[in-house]
């Protein structure tokens, strides 16, 4: 099967993050961080749909009852897609001073969010993993992070995978879905040999994690025993997240950055969300928060 990539018509970003294919909207959702936005893509119409946020934001999910919630520097927010108010749900975890990071959505419906400092050209392990629960209650899950990203979990939903990006490692943890615990933290991998970091995951049906290789310009397909499988080279180096949609879940999203965080230069292409067709495999519906599967 021929693996075509390429660019689509959904908006161009700044610091294009966290896709997220909504199964019921059948549509890709993604944020522009320092653009400081929410879109909504329709592959079917080529259409963009955009919300203004009132400070960077950092990831995104759909909501069981409808809107989206959503990570801010000022904290989480639920937004409301009609009128496009926020609303806020926690602050920042505190002390010491965090920013939230990426996040998804557990296959009980609750939120497990990264947090990394501030600064994340030299982040100290400072940071850290968090639940946010339908109810709205904030529990932390580890510590010790410098700069989070890429959480998601197994088919079975019984493994959550997390990067460490400022070590270029993803671990897997045991995840305990009747009570949203991990425990058993070890290295997956690593990305040593890829060229970059490891950023936003997502995995397909039989179990594979699909990695966006920040600053190594491909995805990385990892088997459940963190085996590398096969690299996907990208047009740009500055990828940064993935996920599997279409009706079938047999296309991989791509999100893109234009400015990286260490002065790399701009690249012809860069900030657009591209399109993988023939990859072969399928991906796994995204739970809304707040929806029990």
């Keep these: ?17 966290q896709p997220l294919w909504d199964v019921e909207d059948q549509a890709l959702w993604y944020i522009d961080n320092t653009g400081r936005r929410v879109h909504r893509f329709d592959p079917a119409s080529g259409a963009t749909r955009s919300r203004e946020t009132p400070s960077v934001v950092t990831s995104l999910a759909r909501c ?12 989480i927010h639920l937004l409301d897609l009609e009128s496009g108010s926020f609303t806020p749900v926690s602050p920042l975890p505190d002390p010491p001073p965090h920013v939230f990071n990426d996040a998804k959505v557990d296959r009980h419906g609750r939120w497990v969010i990264g947090a990394s400092t501030a600064n994340f050209a030299a982040p100290t392990p400072d940071g850290g993993l968090f639940r946010l629960d339908p109810d709205r209650t904030l529990t932390r899950l580890d510590s010790g992070i410098h700069f989070s990203n890429g959480p998601c979990f197994s088919p079975d939903g019984r493994t959550l995978y997390f ?33 970059g970091l490891p950023d936003g995951a997502t995995t397909d049906a039989q179990g594979r994690l699909w990695v966006a290789i920040y600053q190594g310009g491909c995805i990385a397909a990892f088997r459940p025993d963190g085996s590398l499988e096969r690299c996907v080279p990208m047009p740009v180096r500055l990828v940064s997240s993935v996920s599997f949609g279409g009706a079938l879940l ?29 990859l072969g495999v399928t991906g796994v519906a995204e739970p809304r928060f707040g929806a029990l599967l």
């Design 1 to 17: 099967m021929t693996i075509r990539i390429e660019r689509t018509a959904a908006t161009r970003c700044e610091g294009g993050e």
């Design 64 to 75: 069981a009852s409808g809107g989206a919630i959503v990570t801010m520097r000022s904290g």
């Design 163 to 195: 990067s460490d990006s400022w070590l270029r490692t993803i671990y897997a943890y045991d995840y305990d879905l009747e009570r949203g615990a991990v425990s058993n933290r070890r290295v997956f991998a690593t990305t040593d040999g890829l060229g």
């Design 250 to 278: 047999d296309v991989l999203y791509v999100t893109t950055i234009v400015h990286g965080i260490h002065g790399d230069p701009v690249e012809d292409g860069a900030g657009y969300v591209y399109a993988i067709d023939g």
